[in-house]
């Protein structure tokens, strides 16, 4: 997919959906710990937040009561230090996020070790912002 789309004009949305349909064979509705994923979120409570991310990059780090525990890599800035954040397995606690699975689209796309890097460059992202 890089290589169909470099040196291209291509609109986030399209790279999106890109991404989803590669990444849909390794789709699942029942989220795991010590994975990555990405997925359309909606927040409960979007109207009381600050900031949220509709098509966040997960680490899934545990489960508490039903809801994701997970660090968000698009709230590090900066590419060296996504990266470092994921070679380590070290996240800031800046991107720590509790997820409620059913008000994501039904629809965790997994994303391997070896892909993690590559998507994590990508702008899937889209933030909303409430001031």
């Known amino acids: 997919m890089i290589e169909q789309v470099k040196g291209k004009k291509i609109s986030k ?18 989220p795991q710990a010590d994975k ?10 979007k109207d009381q937040m600050k900031v949220w991310d509709e ?7 545990e489960f508490k009561k039903n809801n994701l525990l997970g660090a968000n890599i698009h709230h590090i800035k900066g590419t060296n230090s996504r ?6 397995k070290r996240f800031p606690k800046s991107t720590l996020r509790y997820y409620i699975p059913r008000r994501a689209d039904r629809i965790f796309f997994e994303i ?6 590559l998507l994590s460059t990508l702008p899937i992202e889209k933030f909303h912002y409430n001031r």
């Open 83 to 88: 990266l470092k954040a994921l070679n380590n």
């Open 55 to 61: 098509y966040p990059i997960v680490y899934a780090m």
């Open 13 to 30: 949305s399209k790279l999106r959906e890109e991404v989803f349909n590669i990444l849909l064979d390794d789709a699942t509705e029942q």
């Open 36 to 45: 990555y994923y990405t997925f359309e979120y909606d927040p409960k409570y």
């Open 112 to 117: 391997s070790e070896s892909e993690v890097q």
